[in-house]
């Protein structure tokens, strides 16, 4: 059993910084990939930043130059700084590890993140 505990949402304004974590625990094995996703009120979910397990980063252009994507391989947790944070990018963030040579996905309870003055 894997459960991912997320942490670090809030309300911020336009401008500001929040950090989100994503820590995995019980049977850890392998772990391929992590993800951040999103998704806003309204609208579907989508990839905000990856990291593989070789430390290779992927981002939507929305957040690019905004956000950083990084993980502590010790601690199976993954980290999304998000800096000059926006109105629109206020949504539920959620975490997503990928795992093992099957490929199995998990996924957080998900993070509120709001962006308003």
């Known amino acids: 059993q894997v459960q991912l505990s997320e942490s670090g949402g809030g309300l911020v304004q336009p401008g500001g910084s929040l950090r989100l974590s994503c820590a995995a625990s019980g049977t850890i094995f392998s772990i391929n990939g992590m993800v951040w996703y999103r998704q806003a009120p309204g609208k579907e979910r989508e990839l905000v930043a990856a990291?593989?397990?070789?430390?290779?980063?992927n981002y939507v252009d929305s957040v690019k130059g905004r956000f950083t994507i990084s993980r502590d391989y010790a601690k199976n947790t993954v980290y999304l700084q998000m800096n000059s944070l926006k109105p629109e990018d206020t949504a539920v963030y959620y975490c997503?590890?990928?795992?093992?040579?099957?490929?199995?996905?998990?996924w957080g309870q998900g993070t509120h993140v709001t962006v308003s003055s």
């Open positions: 990291i593989t397990s070789g430390g290779r980063t």
């Open positions: 997503n590890v990928n795992m093992g040579f099957e490929g199995v996905d998990y």
